[in-house]
């Protein structure tokens, strides 16, 4: 049984090939998700048509004044669904694979679905690399579903919490009682709610400020939160910029995953 990534990358396959052939990484299988391009379609028509497609697959809602591109909302449910319900349970029912080492990876566009999908279901994954993530577009919105992803977590340790909190009676709150001390009434802080994933996560160190800003803020939001069972890495990829980093994402996650190939 093999380890799998599904990715998002075209170029993942061939930089698998190469790293393999010189006996770097483990055997993986590697699942390209991609568009098939029409017959005599040009380049440009092909990347207008492109983008299209992967705002209607990754983004998490409008934003018509980034780009003109068509609406999408909570980076297309239909698209999740096809991911979990339909393209994983094909491939482990073809392939030998591992379920415990099970990645997702993608850039820029492809890095925010990444995201979405980490903080709605994060147990469709067990790895998650996200490369140069468009983090910015619609003033951030993707960093709403962690909000509430985060939020609903906490809520559900709150509901499970042995001792909920009622709030006293005039009478109750005057006439202090034992149970009511200091040392009695304090408890333990609940605990932090659970994220079960691996995070790999970078940037380059050519790419914009906002970019760059984002991913450093991303980074600094995830630690705070204190997440259970989460483990991040990031990291900031000298001389690149958003363009030629896709390389390097394949290749560093590569190795990253490598050395994290178990659940």
């Avoid at 997702?104 to 279901?121: E, H, M, N, P, Q």
């Avoid at 005057?174 to 040392?183: G, K, L």
Wanted: hydrophobic residues 35%.
């Amino acid at each position: 049984a093999e380890p799998c990534m599904f990715s998002l990358f075209t170029t993942t396959s061939r930089m698998l090939a190469w790293a393999q052939s010189d006996k770097q990484f483990h055997e993986y299988l590697i699942v390209g998700i991609g568009y098939p391009r029409k017959q005599d379609e040009s380049p440009v028509d092909l990347w207008n048509r492109l983008r299209e497609l992967r705002a209607r697959d990754f983004l998490t809602e409008p934003a018509p004044h980034e780009h003109e591109l068509n609406p999408v909302i909570r980076g297309n449910p239909s698209f999740r669904a096809f991911l979990k319900h339909e393209l994983i349970p094909w491939v482990e029912a073809t392939y030998a694979t591992r379920p415990e080492c099970r990645a997702f990876a993608g850039a820029s566009f492809s890095g925010v679905g990444v995201l979405s999908v980490l903080w709605t279901d994060p147990n469709t994954f067990t790895h998650y690399i996200a490369g140069s993530p468009s983090v910015w577009w619609g003033e951030r919105c993707v960093l709403k579903v962690e909000e509430e992803y985060y939020a609903k977590q906490s809520g559900q340790l709150e509901q499970h919490s042995t001792q909920p909190i009622t709030k006293p009676s005039s009478e109750e709150s005057s006439t202090p009682s034992p149970s009511s001390s200091p040392s009695s009434s304090s408890s333990a802080a609940p605990p932090a709610p659970s994220l079960p994933a691996k995070m790999f996560m970078c940037i380059g160190s050519l790419e914009t400020e906002r970019m760059i800003k984002d991913t450093h803020d991303l980074d600094n939001r995830l630690r705070s939160r204190g997440y259970r069972d989460f483990e991040l890495y990031t990291t900031v990829i000298g001389d690149e910029d958003h363009q030629t980093i896709k390389p390097c994402i394949v290749s560093r996650s590569l190795a990253w995953l490598n050395k994290n190939d178990t659940a």
